[in-house]
């Protein structure tokens, strides 16, 4: 999106490419407990929402309906939950994750709880396929 753009080293290396929207790149957490994106905008220097620009922060809120959604077709989870931390990566970037009432962290927050689950090859390919045609529906 821009040339100056980077993404965090990990979040690179603790999730998957699924697409490119106007402004954020979408990934896959490589957490196979929690069906879990993350929206990074692609623009330098940002850790806070209220550092994007109007517009830019518009688009994030239409993209963060999209992934909402993609979840939600995919996965028919109970609830979706949306949250900016960064705390231990500063880079902006939000989190869409899909929750049930039946995961390990129900109700509760799904940071700590139980060891990341890496995917399975060929799971992890069928599911970034069929998340990145979710996004085409929205």
């Known amino acids: 999106m821009t040339d100056s753009f ?11 490419e699924v697409d490119d929207l ?5 990934r896959l957490m490589n957490d196979s407990h929690y069906p879990w994106l993350i929206l990074v905008p692609q623009r330098p220097g940002l850790t806070e929402l ?5 517009e830019d922060l518009s688009t994030m ?4 309906v999209k992934a909402s ?6 996965f028919k989870p109970d609830k979706i939950n949306i949250a900016a931390l960064g705390n231990e990566v500063a880079q902006l970037h939000v989190h ?3 929750r ?6 129900w109700p509760g927050p799904v940071w700590g709880v139980q060891p990341a689950k890496p995917y399975q090859s060929q799971e992890l390919d069928d599911l970034l396929v069929e998340l ?3 996004f085409v529906d929205y």
Do not use: K, Y
């Open 61 to 64: 809120t239409q993209e963060l």
């Open 22 to 26: 106007d402004l954020c790149q979408v």
């Open 96 to 98: 869409v994750i899909a």
């Open 50 to 54: 209220h550092d994007l620009s109007e």
């Open 69 to 74: 959604r993609a979840l939600e077709s995919v």
């Open 100 to 105: 049930f009432q039946t995961d390990a962290a």
């Open 6 to 16: 980077e993404l965090n080293e990990r979040l690179a290396s603790d999730s998957f």
């Open 132 to 134: 990145g045609g979710a």
